[in-house]
């Protein structure tokens, strides 16, 4: 449910409301627009279904609320929500491109990575510390002293860093060198990690599933969110489909639909979307075309050397042609780069 209140609504108003909910046992989410105040209600099913609120003084009506993720919801919160990463805002008026290696192979890689996508215009180095691989037998990423590299080269070149969780018992470490923390397509599902990332005080970047519907997506944040942990980001990339040309099905109608249901933001990844490099470059600037917040980009100083995932990694030349393009295209959606 979600309490409208009237416009000519008073402090003491909208603070009874809060008030009669938590005496209730239920939780009061505020969203303070500049003309209305929404009030999510968050709790028991059955103590909400009961509720009545609309002959409180301030209260101009109650709605439904039929979808069964709350918080991550537009209703909840009719205004786009910003993350704030230190001085990089994702969701604003601000295209954020996120761009590196698909795994930490060595320092002199991530400091010639980190080098080219931030002389491009990026402002995260992404990289894998931690790889779940679908062989046993692939590279698994350098773990811990991953991190370390990551970050270090990160700091060299002023940059953001963002890597992937791939276990709960991770986070803690993970946090103390990563800016934002990645949940891959796999652990969209595990709820025990997502309830665990919802007490971290990191941002996190939620992947959608290899076959997730956007609202078995949207659930998957507001398990996090429940948690305590409001600074979500989705990223689109890719479902498993029946094409075999592609490594997956890129689907950008998803930026649409989570612009509409969510007030979270959402970034696209066209090198997991496509799993081929000359389709990187096109699917982003259509990523930038339907709207989306930014770019999470595989870039690597010689992808034919890579130990993972190098047939979809741009070079840095590449990149920074990109990069160009991506500035044109978003002038026109009234977006900077």
Not at 3 to 21: E, S
Not at 98 to 124: I, R, T, Y
Not at 190 to 195: A, D, E, T, V, Y
């Amino acid at each position: 449910m979600i309490i409208v209140m009237k416009p000519t609504a008073t402090k003491d108003n909208l603070a009874n409301v809060v008030k009669r909910l938590e005496n209730l046992g239920l939780r009061a989410h505020l969203s303070e627009g500049e003309e209305v105040t929404i009030v999510g209600v968050i709790g028991d099913k059955k103590t909400i279904a009961n509720l009545e609120m609309n002959m409180m003084d301030g209260v101009d009506k109650t709605v439904r609320i039929t979808e069964k993720y709350k918080m991550v919801s537009r209703n909840f919160h009719p205004q786009n929500t910003i993350v704030k990463v230190g001085d990089v805002e994702i969701g604003g008026d601000e295209l954020v491109v996120m761009a590196g290696p698909c795994s930490v192979e060595s320092l002199e890689q991530l400091k010639e990575s980190a080098k080219a996508v931030k002389s491009a215009g990026a402002k995260f180095l992404r990289g894998g510390a931690f790889k779940p691989r679908t062989s046993p037998y692939d590279f698994q990423g350098l773990g811990e002293k991953g991190l370390e590299l990551l970050r270090q080269a990160a700091d060299e070149n002023g940059l953001k860093v963002i890597t992937e969780v791939v276990d709960k018992d991770d986070i803690s470490v993970i946090e103390e060198y990563a800016d934002v923390l990645q949940v891959g397509a796999r652990n969209m599902q595990n709820f025990q990690m997502l309830k665990a990332l919802g007490k971290a005080k990191k941002p996190v970047l939620l992947k959608r599933g290899l076959s997730a519907t956007i609202s078995e997506w949207l659930n998957a944040a507001e398990y996090i969110m429940t948690g305590g942990n409001e600074q979500v980001i989705f990223c689109e990339r890719g479902i498993r489909t029946f094409e075999t040309f592609t490594r997956n099905t890129l689907d950008l109608s998803a930026v649409a639909a989570v612009k509409e249901l969510s007030h979270l933001p959402i970034i696209v990844d066209p090198s997991h979307g496509t799993g081929r490099w000359q389709m990187v470059q096109p699917m982003a600037r259509a990523a930038v075309a339907a709207g989306c917040d930014g770019l999470i980009i595989e870039v690597h100083p010689h992808p034919e050397m890579a130990l993972s995932d190098g047939d979809q990694s741009l070079t840095p030349k590449n990149f920074s042609r990109l990069m160009k393009d991506l500035s044109a295209i978003a002038k026109i959606m009234d977006r900077k780069l």
